[in-house]
């Protein structure tokens, strides 16, 4: 398993939760709108942000995390969303950093 697929995987395990009842929680991230995001509708913003840079670091190819950046960068998704509650998330990340090379 490349460095980038085990981020993204743990990172995956980061956002969701497991019960003791052992019940499973799936979630789509590319449906969760912004109003979600932003007033934990979901899950805490920060499980989502972590998992959106795991995810778009990937498409990059790139292993780095830097903790303050992922911070910075969250605020200016969050600040986006409160401007356009029915965006994706996703779409948001895309709008406000640029769309990953394919």
């Known amino acids: 398993m490349t460095r980038t697929k085990l981020i993204v995987a ?47 670091h990937g498409k990059r190819d790139n292993t780095l995390v830097d903790t303050q950046e992922l911070t910075a960068n969250m605020q200016k998704i969050t600040s ?12 948001a990340v895309e709008t406000v950093f640029g769309r990953p090379k394919q």
């Open 10 to 56: 743990l990172l995956i395990f980061a956002v969701v939760p497991c019960s003791v009842a052992r019940s499973q929680v799936t979630i789509d991230v590319a449906k969760i709108t912004c109003d979600q995001f932003t007033l934990y509708k979901v899950t805490d913003p920060q499980n989502i942000a972590i998992w959106l840079s795991g995810y778009y």
């Open 80 to 91: 986006y969303c409160r401007l356009k509650p029915q965006e994706t998330v996703m779409h």
